[in-house]
């Protein structure tokens, strides 16, 4: 630890992991909505395959906004807009 810094308290640890864990989960969810837009734009000619990989981008956009909201939600984020009035 530099001179100055302050120790990191167990708890600031957890939430660190768990913003790792939610980021990792968002981007994941994007890397699925991308593929899948990737196999729609190579489909076209197959409209069951196409109506089944929009689904997926579908399921997955949602996944995403469930996330946000978790994200809008999390302790660290309604401590921080509770100081800087950020939404």
């Known amino acids: 630890m530099a001179a100055g810094e302050a ?3 167990q708890a600031e640890e957890l939430s660190e992991e768990a913003w790792r864990v939610l980021i990792h989960d968002f981007r994941n969810l994007l890397a699925v909505i991308v593929n899948y837009s ?3 734009a190579e489909e076209t000619e197959d ?3 196409v ?3 929009i689904h997926e981008v579908r399921v997955a956009a949602e996944r995403a906004i469930a996330l946000t909201d978790k994200l809008r939600r999390h302790p660290d984020r309604t401590a921080q807009t509770e100081t ?3 939404p």
Do not use: M
């Open 7 to 9: 120790p990191v308290s």
């Open 38 to 40: 990737e196999l729609i």
């Open 47 to 49: 409209a069951a395959a």
């Open 51 to 53: 109506k089944t990989d």
């Open 84 to 86: 800087n009035g950020a």
